[in-house]
């Protein structure tokens, strides 16, 4: 009897031994806020599940004093962090705070700065250069040009004028502008970004920094410049990388802003980025397209199961959502045998349920027609004497028995 106990607990410490481990991979993360004329108390406890939820990172908050507080109480050690994400728009930080996050940065540490975060700090010039473009708090053309694109082209205008400004809230559509960056690299051209503010009028020293999308400012809004301003920046300072969206208004429960896939997904690449120099995580199936937002009020993506579930009572008048999460899918296992007859089997097994709607099995078989095997054919070959199904299991079968 003792012998088995003792070697329960030998594995169990294997068990905690082997969890310490995995944990270590993961890059640590602070997460400063505390003061904002944003909604901070929202939008932190999202941007900590986003993250640590690629198993990439593992998150922590640090909320500063309040507004008036004693901020030499504020003073984190940077060194034991790989990202540091900026929620932050208030009080200025001590000088030996800002000393040490400025040595952060300069010996190769990551940073994020989201939304609200590019209004701080409208006097500190290190942090601007940081930041790459800022808004309010009298920023104006001491600060450096405004960045836009005008007529497809990369403007600097030196121009006298505030910055900072935004229009009503609304979705509006995101440009990427460059394609190769491993941020952006297999994102679409252009895709659907959820309800936010649409910053504009963003100014600063742009130094070293790379505009990688943007979004029309247009009038009728209110507040449009009729240009396409930045919404997502890379910026190096000496060895540090900084990631800035100025996407991602929260709401009390994070809101379409923080739920849309773009903002999701764009956030977790552009950290592992700004960490190491590199992006390992794919393109999410469910990333939007220019046919509209792509929402995810759990900030998790949808399984595969959750997608069959939802496709067999598909109804092509109501939502083609989860038609395109399956052909997204189906496009990501290319080249990947197994995976595409994993999915084909999954495929059959509805078409010979009785539980899918006519609709659903007519978009199966228009899929199935051109990624399927001989796997599929004899459940096709049932749906023929289907009056409803002949047509397209007609179809199918024409294209797989070539």
Same mark, same amino acid.
């Given at each position: 009897m003792m012998k088995k106990q003792y070697l329960l607990l030998i594995a169990a410490g294997l068990i905690t031994f082997i969890s310490a481990c995995k944990n270590e991979t993961a890059y640590k993360t602070l997460i400063i806020t505390g003061q904002n004329n944003h909604n901070w108390k929202a939008s932190s406890p999202v941007l900590k599940q986003i993250l640590d939820a690629t198993k990439l990172f593992? +998150? $922590?908050i640090m909320i500063t004093p309040e507004k008036g507080g004693d901020m030499k109480t504020f003073n984190p050690d940077f060194s034991k962090y790989k990202l540091v994400v900026l929620d932050y728009n208030g009080d200025s930080w001590s000088d030996k705070t800002n000393a040490a996050f400025l040595e952060y940065v300069k010996n190769g540490g990551g940073v994020v700065v989201y939304h609200a975060a590019d209004n701080s700090f409208p006097e500190w010039k290190e942090y601007n250069r940081i930041i %790459? !473009? %800022?808004g309010w708090g009298n920023r104006n053309e001491k600060d450096g040009p405004y960045v836009y694109y005008k007529n497809n082209q990369l403007v600097t205008d030196t121009s006298a004028g505030p910055g900072g400004t935004h229009g009503k809230r609304r979705e509006f559509l995101v440009k990427? #502008? *460059?394609t190769d960056h491993p941020i952006t690299k297999g !994102?679409? +051209?252009r895709w659907m @970004? %959820?309800?936010?503010e649409l910053y504009s009028l963003l100014r600063g020293p742009a130094e070293n920094m790379q505009v990688l999308a943007t979004a029309f400012a247009d009038s009728t809004a209110g507040g449009g410049t009729m240009r396409d301003e930045p919404m997502l920046m890379v910026i190096n300072y000496e060895k540090? #990388? *900084?990631? @800035?969206?100025a996407m991602g208004h929260a709401d009390e429960d994070g809101g379409p802003a923080m739920q849309c896939v773009g903002f999701i997904a764009t956030l977790q690449r552009g950290a592992e980025w700004a960490v190491t120099g590199d992006v390992t995580q794919p393109v999410p199936n469910d990333f939007p397209s220019v046919a509209g937002v792509v929402l995810r009020? %759990?900030?998790? $993506? *949808? +399984? !595969? $199961?959750e997608v069959f579930l939802k496709i067999e009572s598909y109804d092509i008048a109501k939502s083609t959502k989860y038609l395109s999460y399956l052909q997204s899918y189906i496009r990501n296992l290319a080249g990947d045998e197994k995976g595409l007859l994993d999915l084909e089997k999954m495929m059959v097994k509805v078409l010979s349920g009785d539980k899918a709607t006519v609709d659903a099995k007519k978009l199966l078989l228009r899929e199935l027609s051109w990624m399927g095997s001989d796997y599929s054919v004899p459940a096709i070959k049932n749906l023929v004497q289907d009056a409803e199904l002949k047509d397209e299991a007609e179809y199918a079968l024409a294209r797989l028995q070539k």
């Open positions: 593992t +998150s $922590e %790459g !473009l %800022g990427t #502008r *460059i !994102l679409p +051209s @970004h %959820g309800n936010d540090g #990388r *900084i990631f @800035h969206t009020p %759990g900030y998790t $993506e *949808i +399984s !595969l $199961e």
